[in-house]
T-cell receptor, first 114, second 114 residues
């Protein structure tokens, strides 16, 4: 079945460090790919998305490129801030009959220290 | 201004009780969802409704019954609560349930069953 495998956490970085969170997927057809972020005590919110191969999603300094050949959608940021501390979820959207549903990875906890 | 709201935010109850969680969205979206997030932050879809019709019903005990009185509301009723039902429940909505549609999440309801 369709699935998302995410880099295990937790990840702890110093402010201004480079961030990579790996995400690979297995899917039939052509999924859309997403990164969602969950700040402490809140619901998830969309960080970025890409809907076809070679698309790059970007937002708030974060980037991820849809790589069909490696079935990957790694999240990167050049210089993290304390305010980026959160749980990051990679997800894919697949068709299930008439519905489209999100399948999430297990989440990666990021802590950024000042 | 809240896009997706849930009540209550916290719910503590005894095993065997029946409880409901309410969800409302003011985004004019056609599709709404319920997710369960376990203690390890793993998220799994439970139900999806499109225009008040059930379109996704994952393997969930039939003690869980969603109800959509109109397309802006999707409530979750849980009968005979069990310890394993303790989790955070998130409601979400999207414009039309399309493959690339962003899902907007509520703040979550933390259910604790004693």
């Amino acid at each position: 079945g369709d699935s998302v495998t995410q880099m295990e956490g937790p990840v702890t970085l110093s402010e201004e460090a480079f961030l990579t969170i790996n995400c690979t997927y297995t899917a039939t057809g052509y999924p859309s790919l997403f990164w969602y972020v969950q700040y402490p005590g809140e619901g998830l919110q969309l960080l970025l998305k890409a809907t076809k191969a070679d698309d790059k999603g970007s937002n708030k300094g974060f980037e991820a490129t849809y790589r069909k050949e490696t079935t990957s959608f790694h999240l990167e940021k050049g210089s993290v801030q304390v305010s980026d501390s959160a749980v990051y979820f990679c997800a894919l959207a697949v068709s299930s009959g008439s519905a489209r549903q999100l399948t999430f990875g297990s989440g990666t906890q990021l802590t950024v220290l000042p | 201004d809240t896009a997706v709201s849930q009540t209550p935010k916290y719910l503590v109850t005894q095993m065997g009780n029946d409880k409901s969680i309410k969800c409302e969205q003011n985004l004019g979206h056609d599709t709404m969802y319920w997710y369960k997030q376990d203690s390890k932050k793993f998220l799994k879809i439970m139900f999806s409704y499109n225009n008040k019709e059930l379109i996704i019903n994952e393997t969930v005990p039939n003690r869980f019954s969603p109800k959509s009185p109109d397309k802006a509301h999707l409530n979750l009723h849980i009968n005979s609560l069990e310890l394993g039902d303790s989790a955070v429940y998130f409601c979400a909505s999207s414009l039309a349930g399309g493959l690339s549609d962003t899902q907007y999440f509520g703040p979550g309801t933390r259910l604790t069953v004693l």
